[in-house]
């Protein structure tokens, strides 16, 4: 059993809903994203997911765009984002990480080269925006070869036919995006993310987490109630970034950041407690 799927198995067993920030490798700072992580730990987070810096994020809104430019200027690459995971793990090995990013610096690296070098540093699970199902087998060998999951993303145009295609690629869970756009954008609906997330549970066993257009502990709550794990990135990232521009050092940025974690802990707890 894949470290995620034991981590959603213990959660069905307590009762909970995973939560899952999400912050870019490298942003505020290299030197603050490994106690970053932990500190998203102590705050309540089940899963980690890091983005890999790239300059062309194309499903990120404008917050997140920001954070994986501020990345690269301080120098990260997909090799700091594995550094980081084998940094996080000398004190954590039970919290399970997952990258997302783009197919280029992976494929950059080589299928093989990436899965010897991911699976070494101690990372679960890869997430790509932009590879389709129809050209992930090389990917996914590689990938079960070392263990290692691979995420989907799920939007709400997903047609029938495709939804089947991704989730007999998908392992870990499946990520719905919850709104038509970007990272950041519009409003939820939740009745229409419930009636998305039981035409997914239709086609697979695998847990489904949401993301895109949670803000704070209210609309995680509200996912909560219908989703097996709630994905948090663009409030956190505008949080610290917020409070960089207030004067604060990414330390104290960093606790800003966990702090607002720790409140969308308790929204997602309040509803499945």
């Given at each position: 059993m894949?470290?995620?799927?034991?981590?959603?198995?213990?959660?069905?067993?307590?009762?909970?809903?995973?939560?899952?920030?999400?912050?870019?490798?490298?942003?505020?700072?290299?030197?603050?994203?490994?106690?970053?992580?932990?500190e998203?730990?102590?705050?309540?987070?089940?899963?980690?997911?890091?983005?890999?810096?790239?300059?062309?994020?194309?499903?990120?809104?404008?917050?997140?765009?920001?954070?994986?430019?501020?990345?690269?200027?301080?120098?990260?690459?997909?090799?700091?984002?594995?550094?980081t995971?084998?940094?996080?793990?000398?004190?954590?090995?039970?919290?399970?990480?997952?990258?997302?990013?783009?197919?280029?610096?992976?494929?950059?690296?080589?299928?093989?080269?990436?899965?010897?070098?991911?699976?070494?540093?101690?990372?679960?699970?890869?997430?790509?925006?932009?590879?389709?199902?129809e050209?992930?087998?090389?990917?996914?060998?590689?990938?079960?070869?070392?263990?290692?999951?691979?995420i989907?993303?799920?939007?709400?145009?997903?047609?029938?036919?495709?939804?089947?295609?991704?989730?007999?690629?998908?392992?870990?869970?499946?990520?719905?995006?919850?709104l038509?756009?970007?990272?950041?954008?519009?409003?939820?609906?939740?009745?229409?993310?419930?009636h998305?997330?039981?035409?997914?549970?239709?086609?697979?066993?695998?847990?489904?987490?949401?993301?895109?257009?949670?803000?704070?502990?209210?609309?995680?709550?509200?996912?909560?109630?219908?989703?097996?794990?709630?994905?948090?990135?663009?409030?956190?990232?505008?949080?610290?970034?917020?409070?960089?521009?207030?004067?604060?050092?990414?330390?104290?940025?960093?606790?800003v950041?966990?702090?607002?974690?720790?409140?969308?802990?308790?929204?997602v707890?309040?509803?499945?407690?």
């Open positions: 894949s470290r995620i799927a034991g981590c959603f198995e213990q959660l069905v067993e307590q009762g909970r809903k995973a939560v899952i920030p999400y912050i870019v490798v490298g942003d505020p700072s290299l030197e603050i994203t490994v106690d970053l992580m932990h998203l730990v102590s705050s309540g987070a089940d899963i980690i997911e890091l983005g890999v810096p790239f300059s062309d994020p194309m499903s990120e809104g404008p917050v997140i765009q920001l954070a994986h430019e501020r990345a690269l200027a301080n120098g990260a690459s997909l090799r700091h984002a594995l550094d995971v084998r940094a996080f793990r000398e004190k954590n090995q039970t919290t399970p990480v997952l990258l997302m990013g783009y197919a280029n610096p992976v494929e950059h690296m080589g299928y093989a080269k990436f899965a010897d070098a991911a699976a070494e540093a101690g990372l679960d699970a890869l997430l790509t925006v932009d590879i389709p199902p050209e992930v087998a090389p990917v996914n060998a590689e990938l079960q070869r070392v263990g290692m999951d691979n989907f993303l799920v939007a709400p145009t997903t047609p029938d036919e495709r939804l089947h295609r991704i989730v007999d690629q998908a392992s870990g869970f499946v990520y719905y995006v919850s038509k756009g970007v990272t950041g954008a519009g409003h939820l609906d939740i009745d229409n993310v419930a998305h997330v039981s035409r997914i549970r239709e086609n697979t066993q695998l847990p489904v987490a949401v993301g895109f257009g949670i803000k704070d502990a209210e609309s995680a709550a509200a996912v909560a109630g219908v989703a097996d794990g709630v994905v948090v990135g663009s409030a956190l990232i505008n949080a610290m970034a917020a409070a960089i521009e207030g004067g604060a050092d990414h330390t104290a940025a960093g606790k950041a966990a702090g607002l974690l720790a409140e969308i802990r308790r929204g707890d309040s509803v499945t407690s």
